[in-house]
């Protein structure tokens, strides 16, 4: 039984493959195409991700004729029942629009198996004939955000929270995980949304609406909440674990707030004050969700997904209650999770198991060494090949001496962090090291970088939640915060991602060897792109950005690149 999920309702497209409970393969469309998130924020448009529907296909070796079932992340029916409550005291031009953006909605079954969208080089996998028998089922977009986390998280039982701008109607929804089963036990809708809400401060802000939100959350440690009276009134907290959002207030942000930033403008404290003041009132929002629901239903263990919960603050403010012995965050919490969601539905009602297998999350497409070293070849370069010890030695050797290196390695991640497949390592040691890594890549100067810790030293540096997937924020112990300075951020806190010995163990290695040089297992590990671009998928791809950026050292498999001084 071969499933594959597809997300591209809205952003984030992507693709997953599930085979009998097995995660096989994911990754976003936006990997394959070069543009950053797949595509603008255009819902109602029919879009098919191709380009990673081909190349899942061609990772498995498999083609349409062996897919049983595609599981489609949103359920046009039920949107349009969300619309039927909003036909009475509506102007008829407006539900005219409605219901035409509804037309062009339900063409996508009809996208799926027209194959106009197919170009002809994809349809040796994906054939029109073949494509054409493969049955589709369509699934609730926050039911399939819940079933990515929850039939993910390895638990036979769980409080999940979904929260994101919206689905069909839902924005914020609760749902109790037993067994095979969801039963959602509250929903906010539209417009309701914490997404929108912390969007439209995105906005204000200067930055992209549905896509610069992270900006916000890392612009907040700078900040006060001066603004939080604006925010409390606008984002309501009711009882019950309920809250209200008031549009007219949130589209009017500017009676409120001083002006909107213009993009390019510079960013000042006035910003930042914002910035911090919307941050706190989503978080304050998040946990009296939470703390609402756990006390009523008695479940120890969360799941999270939706945009939402890529905000690590606010994740980290979770973990802090107490309220939870273990929390799961789906890594791919986007959208782009939504495939992966929608394939264990289909899976699990053609009789899978509760709980999906997937061994970590690179997941995505992979390169063997001797294709690596064609790319190599191609670009006119050289490298030399070393075992992964002499590589772990070579590049903690490089790292100490302050040089940014870039590691391109077995499959690419799936989902918005590079956690050591498609990333770039750096010394936290050198206090300028983050500017020079903003520099390089192209992002504003307020920005974070992330570290990553051997597992077993991670209590000697941070206070907070260990992670493999930098979704949490921890506290950066005082003692330690002037030895890692350029891993710490502006409120003495940082987004850490723990190696565990038996997850990743070159990963691991570099950490110990650098340990050896410098006396800490600890390195910046960003994502191997630069601004506007999405994380390298490529062997030619990694190879052009290591020639026209001030990357010094590239580890690909077992070759090793490296610039003169």
């Known amino acids: 039984m071969l499933i594959m999920g597809i997300n591209s309702y809205f952003e984030h497209p992507a693709v997953a493959l599930v085979e009998d409970g097995k995660v096989l393969f994911a990754a976003e469309d936006e990997r394959f195409t070069g543009i950053k998130h797949g595509r603008r924020y255009t819902p109602f448009s029919s879009y098919l991700p191709v380009d990673a529907m081909h190349k899942a296909l061609a990772h498995t070796g498999r083609s349409a004729a062996d897919i049983t079932e595609i599981a489609y992340s949103y359920h046009r029916w039920d949107h349009l029942r969300s619309l039927h409550g909003c036909l009475t005291g509506r102007r008829l031009s407006s539900l005219r629009d409605e219901l035409s953006a509804f037309a062009t909605l339900a063409n996508l079954p009809h996208a799926l198996r027209s194959g106009y969208q197919i170009p002809h080089r994809y349809r040796d996998r994906l054939p029109l004939d073949g494509i054409r028998r493969v049955p589709v089922r369509e699934w609730q977009h926050h039911l399939s955000h819940a079933a990515s986390a929850f039939f993910c998280s390895g638990w036979n039982n769980a409080l999940v929270i979904v929260a994101d701008g919206a689905g069909e109607n839902a924005c914020a929804s609760v749902y109790e995980g037993r067994g095979k089963a969801l039963h959602r036990i509250s929903e906010e809708v539209l417009p309701h949304s914490l997404g929108h809400f912390y969007s439209a401060v995105t906005q204000h802000l200067g930055f992209e609406p549905f896509s610069d939100e992270f900006k916000v959350m890392g612009l907040a440690a700078y900040g006060e909440p ?296 600890v390195l910046i590990n960003t994502s191997f792109n630069v601004r506007g671009k999405p994380i390298i998928e490529s062997p030619l791809d990694a190879l052009g950005c290591f020639q026209t950026s001030q990357i010094e050292c590239l580890a690909m498999g077992s070759h090793l690149l490296e610039k003169a001084s």
Not at 228 to 239: E, H, M
Not at 383 to 390: E, K
């Open 226 to 521: 001066r603004f939080a009276g604006v925010f409390d009134r606008i984002l309501r907290l009711r009882p019950d674990g309920r809250y209200t959002v008031n549009l007219k207030g949130l589209q009017s942000l500017e009676r409120h707030l001083p002006p909107a930033r213009r993009h390019g403008e510079p960013v000042e404290q006035v910003h930042m004050d914002i910035a911090k003041s919307a941050q706190l009132r989503l978080e304050q929002a998040l946990v009296h969700i939470a703390t609402h629901h756990a006390r009523t239903t008695g479940l120890r263990r969360l799941c999270l997904a939706g945009g939402t919960f890529l905000n690590c603050v606010a994740n980290g403010r979770l973990a802090a209650l107490g309220l939870f012995d273990e929390i799961f965050v789906q890594p791919a919490a986007s959208d782009a999770g939504t495939a992966l969601g929608a394939a264990a539905l289909s899976s699990l009602r053609r009789g899978g198991p509760a709980q999906l297998s997937w061994p970590s999350m690179a997941l995505g497409t992979g390169y063997d060494d001797t294709e690596l070293a064609n790319a190599i070849t191609q670009a006119g370069l050289t490298a030399r090949t070393l075992d992964p010890a002499a590589m772990a030695e070579r590049l903690a050797q490089r790292l100490s001496e302050g040089a940014v290196c870039a590691v391109f390695r077995g499959r690419m991640e799936f989902g918005p962090r590079a956690l050591g497949m498609r990333s770039l390592l750096a010394s936290p040691l050198d206090p300028g090291m983050r500017d020079r890594l903003n520099a390089l890549k192209g992002r504003e100067d307020f920005r974070p970088v992330a570290p990553i810790v051997a597992e077993e030293a991670f209590g000697r540096y941070f206070e907070g939640r260990r992670d493999p997937y930098m979704l949490f924020t921890s506290r950066v112990l005082p003692d330690v915060r002037e030895k890692i300075p350029s891993a710490v951020h502006a409120d003495g806190t940082a987004r850490v991602q723990s190696v565990p010995q038996d997850r990743d163990p070159f990963l691991h290695e570099v950490l110990t060897a650098f340990e050896r040089r410098t006396g800490h297992p």
